[in-house]
């Protein structure tokens, strides 16, 4: 059975950078069926897709958080990582980590999710 | 990218059904098979309820099924149970890869 589990500071003041990690048991992150991505959700508000990571290295950001993204893995750990700079109170939210099958929108085993919170 | 479209709430009895509707663009939702529908329940992480379109995950009550008509996408939940009870959020493809999704629909069986 596949498991994500999100890890990082709970607490990040406005105008730093956000910095968590996914580590996965159950499944390797290096298989090539399934991209690694984040996803956020705003207290009392809807989902927002991040980005993902394949486990070569490739990319793909959400356009409207694109300047301030950077997603990494390291197989060697079986962990990838989001940063996302320059945070203000807007970020605030449960970030969540997800696998996504290659056909695309099947997020089909994510995290518990972590709350972060940008506040001075 | 816009958020899909969705009705803030709806509601059913017990063994009625529901029809939850996802409207987007001829950019996403309009372009591709590929519009999966999540469940939440309060504190938890979404649930994978349907794939492209109309396929279900093993596991998922044959009362959850989905389909689609130009820009939009829907999701039907027939002979309600207490437990369906949830927010419920559309995902489609929007190209390059691109994802987008919509702004969630909270259920409430009566």
């Known amino acids: 059975q596949v498991q994500l589990q999100e890890s990082g500071p709970g607490l990040v003041k406005p105008s730093q950078t956000l910095s968590l990690t996914c580590t996965v048991s159950?499944?390797?992150?290096?298989?090539?069926?399934?991209?690694w991505s984040w996803i956020r959700q705003p207290p009392g508000k809807g989902l927002e897709w991040i980005g993902y990571i394949y486990y070569s290295g490739s990319t793909y950001y959400n356009p409207s958080l694109k300047s301030r993204v950077t997603i990494s893995v390291d197989t060697s750990k079986n962990q990838f990582s989001l940063k996302l700079s320059s945070v203000t109170a807007a970020d605030t939210a449960v970030y969540y980590c997800?696998?996504?099958?290659?056909?695309?929108?099947?997020?089909?085993?994510w995290g518990q999710g972590t709350l972060v919170t940008v506040s001075s | 990218q816009s958020a899909l479209t969705q009705p803030a709430s709806v509601s059913g009895s017990p063994g009625q059904s529901i029809t939850i509707s996802c409207t987007g663009t001829s950019s996403d939702v309009g372009s591709y098979n590929l519009v999966s529908w999540y469940q939440q329940h309060p504190g938890k992480a979404p649930k994978l309820m349907i794939y492209?379109?109309?396929k279900r995950p093993s596991g998922v009550s044959n009362r959850f099924s989905g389909s689609k008509s130009g820009n939009t996408a829907s999701l039907t939940i027939s002979g309600l149970q207490a437990e369906d009870e949830a927010d419920y959020y559309c995902c489609s493809y929007a190209g390059s890869s691109n994802v987008v999704f919509g702004g969630g629909t909270k259920l409430t069986v009566l």
């Open positions: 159950g499944g390797s992150i290096s298989s090539g069926d399934y991209y």
């Open positions: 492209e379109v109309s």
């Open positions: 997800a696998r996504e099958e290659t056909t695309v929108t099947i997020f089909d085993y």
